[in-house]
């Protein structure tokens, strides 16, 4: 499908959502490198194109680029502040930056926004754990996303974890 999405985004390249599609596929190949240039790419034709920024955001945070990542999560959100993904994502980058009351801020929005996403749920139990006097808030937020996906093994490892730290 790569080399598809790669004629497909060559034949029109004034298309932002091709290279958008084609950037995905590169991500989901391990290119990250490769995907960042194509989400630029859309970002540059489509500077109002909410997704295009998310992934943008998401790839560099993936390549361990978290400053350069949190403008394109923050735009992402400027552009559609009703996806709970995209706070999730910019609470992950934030939390990586040391950030955490903001990291937890975005957690708290996503979940505003998306009770059932178990990724937000996840990410603001890791955040919480941190804390050995919120470490039972970590495990119900656990809980909460393990009652949405029963069998995402990060809600298990993540468990494990608050137990060995009792």
Do not use: C
Not at 10 to 16: E, I, K, N
Not at 50 to 72: C, F, Y
Request: without cysteine; hydrophobic residues 40%.
């Amino acid at each position: 499908a790569a080399n598809e999405m790669g004629k497909a985004a060559q034949l029109d390249p004034g298309s932002a959502a091709r290279h958008g599609n084609y950037g995905t596929t590169l991500l989901m190949r391990g290119k990250t490198q490769d995907a960042i240039s194509e989400y630029q790419a859309a970002v540059a034709i489509d500077d109002s194109d909410a997704r295009a920024h998310s992934d943008l955001g998401t790839a560099l945070l993936g390549d361990n680029q978290v400053t350069r990542a949190i403008p394109e999560l923050r735009r992402a959100i400027a552009l559609d502040p009703k996806r709970a993904t995209f706070h999730s994502n910019l609470g992950y980058a934030l939390q990586i930056e040391g950030k955490l009351a903001d990291a937890e801020s975005e957690y708290r929005e996503s979940l505003k926004v998306d009770p059932g996403l178990a990724s937000a749920w996840i990410n603001l139990a890791t955040l919480l754990a941190k804390d050995p006097k919120r470490r039972g808030d970590a495990r119900a937020a656990l809980e909460k996303a393990r009652a949405i996906d029963p069998t995402d093994p990060r809600v298990k490892a993540n468990l494990e974890e608050l137990d060995a730290l009792h």
